[in-house]
């Protein structure tokens, strides 16, 4: 079984992706993304330190990395809406709707 922090650690990859890089894009009715070649992924360079706690229990673990999922998206707009002041209103986040005013 593994850590259950690196669960956690985990899912906020994947939730920091679809945040930030997670579209999926269409032309001419197609999917434009075929694989992971074409499709960008978040980088470990690119995600924020994170420090996971686990409390102490007698209780077998389950789901311990999905409460972790809800909450990266909304601190993500958050922390662009406190440096820019622009509120973030769909997902994932798209570097061109920061430039604007």
């Known amino acids: ?5 690196f669960s956690i650690e985990e899912w906020r990859q994947v ?3 679809y945040s930030i890089h997670g579209a999926i894009t269409f032309k001419n009715g197609r999917v434009e993304q075929s694989n992971f070649n074409d499709y960008q992924i978040l ?3 690119e995600m924020p330190k994170v420090e996971v706690f686990v409390t102490p229990s007698q209780e077998p673990l389950g789901g311990v990395g999905e409460p972790g999922v809800p909450p990266i998206a909304p601190a ?10 622009k509120r973030i209103r769909r997902l994932p986040i ?6 604007t005013s």
């Open 1 to 5: 079984m593994k850590e259950p922090s």
């Open 15 to 17: 939730t920091g992706n």
């Open 43 to 45: 980088r470990m360079y």
């Open 76 to 85: 993500v707009g958050n922390a662009i809406f406190s440096a820019t002041g």
């Open 94 to 99: 798209r570097a061109e709707e920061l430039k």
